[in-house]
């Protein structure tokens, strides 16, 4: 997978050269692109931001040193040689909410492209006139607003890929971890068996494998209908549903 980031703070997504995702790219299983938004901006200052049309607090970044860098990345040859546009997710309160579900599905892809805007936002000619450049997918992280969205486009590539084959050392991991299902993970221990006053639960001493599976699904229903009852009602409905 190839990711081009673009950004007035590329510095911003040197994180992601830590821990999996920096040996994933060592491993050649994804490919980190950093790109400076500044670097398409030709005025003397290399201004990317402008006062709003009608009036109004803050700055609004202006369209074309955005539509300059994504037809950069439209250049390289990844993009070029691929058969469907690259996905262009732009990080906006107004996007649709990340799931695991839509980390799953966009960890197929084979190029992404992350549009973080700052201030009040991005021109929306820029996002008028890239679909018909781009497979484009407005994205959010949560219902809360950041100063800019590298921060989300840091979740949102960890989330993404993490999922991707080969980045995870032992893949079985993901089949049991929170959300992987729809509901919560289980609680998780380790050694000693006594810490403090507090004991493993007895079962997982057991070594009885049938009881500890069993143990564990009865914590994610009991976990997700105390901690996320939004979730516990859609796994209820999802269950239903497939019991009709």
Do not use: C
């Amino acid at each position: 997978m190839r990711i081009d980031l673009i950004s007035i703070f590329p510095e911003f997504f040197d994180v992601l050269d830590l821990s999996l995702i920096g040996k994933a790219q060592r491993e050649g299983l994804l490919s980190l692109h950093r790109h400076q938004l500044r670097d398409f901006s030709f005025d003397k200052h290399r201004s990317v931001d402008d006062t709003p049309t009608g009036g109004g607090a803050g700055m609004v970044m202006k369209p074309e040193p955005w539509a300059l860098a994504l037809e950069h990345v439209l250049t390289q040859p990844e993009a070029a040689a691929a058969e469907q546009p690259p996905i262009l997710i732009i990080p906006t309160p107004a996007g649709e909410v990340l799931t695991q579900r839509a980390a799953q599905e966009l960890a197929q892809a084979e190029h992404l492209v992350f549009a973080p805007g700052r201030f009040e936002g991005i021109d929306q000619r820029l996002l008028d006139w890239a679909p018909e450049h781009f497979q484009v997918r407005p994205m959010s992280i949560g219902d809360y607003v950041l100063n800019g969205g590298e921060s989300a486009v840091v979740v949102m590539v960890e989330a993404i890929t993490r999922l991707i084959p080969g980045v995870l050392g032992n893949p079985e991991s993901l089949a049991e971890e929170s959300h992987a299902d729809g509901l919560l993970e289980y609680p998780v221990y380790t050694k000693p068996a006594r810490w403090r006053g507090l004991e493993v639960p007895e079962i997982l001493l057991s070594g009885d494998h049938a009881k500890i599976g069993a143990w564990r699904a009865q914590q994610q229903e009991i976990r997700t209908r105390k901690l996320r009852s939004d979730l516990w009602a859609k796994h209820v409905v999802a269950r239903e549903q497939n019991l009709t």
